[in-house]
């Protein structure tokens, strides 16, 4: 079938199942989610072959230890796939729901009410799990979605999205309700950003390159974002015990993930006390350290902790290595989350 066809076909079936689903009660959906949750766990081997033949084409292809991580599905991040799920299914629909309501002196009721937004465009790169949540939250809004994995998880997200059609034809929803586009070509990307008159919104998930890609391409609202330089302060007040399992946590969980924590902030007037303890700490799970002038005056330079340079600030690592400031109060710390932040993951 020519690309133009194709597209045409998935446009036309994602705007009539988009109709159905406004009209889908919330008991319907609800189902939907969990049967889709059982065809996971039914094809879990099958799915986690496909992920094994996508990693050993990565492999081949040289991808970095950060993207081959992002890739991988196991038992595990599959489990965590069905949590999520689950998740998903106990939220409150929020379609129909009514706030801000006012009556007008000739007994009007005005108010604004959730409605679905329709078809929703999601291009997303290497992370298989995309392919459930952004497919389970669509079908709990009520809105039907086309997806666009990246090429270095296509196996895996074909095996994923099969389970997914599956679980709908099993509750009697429209399987066009989420569609998966099956090539790896870019010129479908370009065709998919240009159908305005099928896609309502793009919603991207990558890397800079493809956000920029889409930005200049798309002929249809993004909702967008690009790098995840996320940063943790902690506050002079805070409690230490906490805090040093939250940054610890929040670096070394997984490197490869754009809510990773890439800078540390601490207040000075902690450093003598909790700087050396966490320093030894992520030393201690292999993570590199680029530290701040007035850091290394209380720690030594070694093989992992070096002096950090102005470009590791703004820097998004993917990778175990961290940047650590020492600040002079929450403001400055503010300051510098707003200077080189990304607005992606912050925390105090």
């Not at 201690?284 to 600030?313: F, P, T």
Request: net charge positive.
């Amino acid at each position: 079938m020519k690309l133009s066809d194709y597209m045409l076909s998935v446009g036309t079936k994602a705007r009539a199942a988009a109709d159905e689903l406004v009209k889908t009660p919330s008991y319907k959906k609800n189902l939907a989610l969990s049967a889709i949750s059982r065809s996971i766990i039914e094809n879990k081997t099958k799915i986690i072959k496909a992920n094994d033949k996508d990693l050993n084409v990565g492999e081949k292809k040289g991808l970095d230890a950060a993207s081959l991580d992002r890739l991988r599905l196991t038992e595990n991040s599959i489990d965590m796939i069905l949590h999520g799920l689950n998740q998903i299914e106990a939220l409150p629909d929020p379609i129909g729901n009514m706030e801000q309501v006012s009556y007008r002196p000739n007994g009007l009721q005005i108010g604004k009410m959730r409605v679905p937004i329709g078809v929703i465009g999601i291009i997303y790169e290497s992370r298989p799990n995309v392919t459930v949540d952004a497919a389970a939250l669509c079908l709990k809004s009520g809105n039907s979605v086309v997806l666009r994995g990246g090429s270095e998880a296509f196996h895996s997200n074909r095996s994923l999205a099969q389970s997914i059609s599956h679980g709908l034809k099993k509750t009697g929803l429209n399987e066009s309700s989420v569609q998966f586009l099956e090539s790896v070509d870019r010129k479908y990307v370009k065709e998919l950003v240009r159908m305005k008159d099928f896609i309502d919104v793009l919603v991207p998930r990558g890397g800079k390159s493809l956000i920029e890609l889409l930005s200049k391409e798309a002929k249809i609202p993004l909702i967008k974002h690009l790098d995840g330089n996320c940063h943790v302060y902690i506050h002079s007040d805070a409690d230490l015990a906490k805090a040093e399992r939250i940054a610890i946590n929040a670096k070394t969980q997984r490197y490869g993930v754009c809510n990773a924590m890439e800078t540390l902030l601490i207040d000075i007037d902690l450093a003598e006390k909790t700087l050396p303890k966490l320093v030894e700490s992520f030393l201690a799970k292999g993570v590199e350290l680029r530290l701040c002038k007035r850091s290394l005056e209380i720690v030594e330079l070694e093989n992992n902790v070096k002096k950090a340079l102005q470009s590791d600030w703004a820097e998004e690592y993917l990778a175990p290595v961290l940047s650590l400031k020492l600040v002079k109060n929450i403001d400055e710390a503010i300051s510098h989350i707003n200077r080189f932040g990304s607005k992606h993951t912050d925390a105090i």
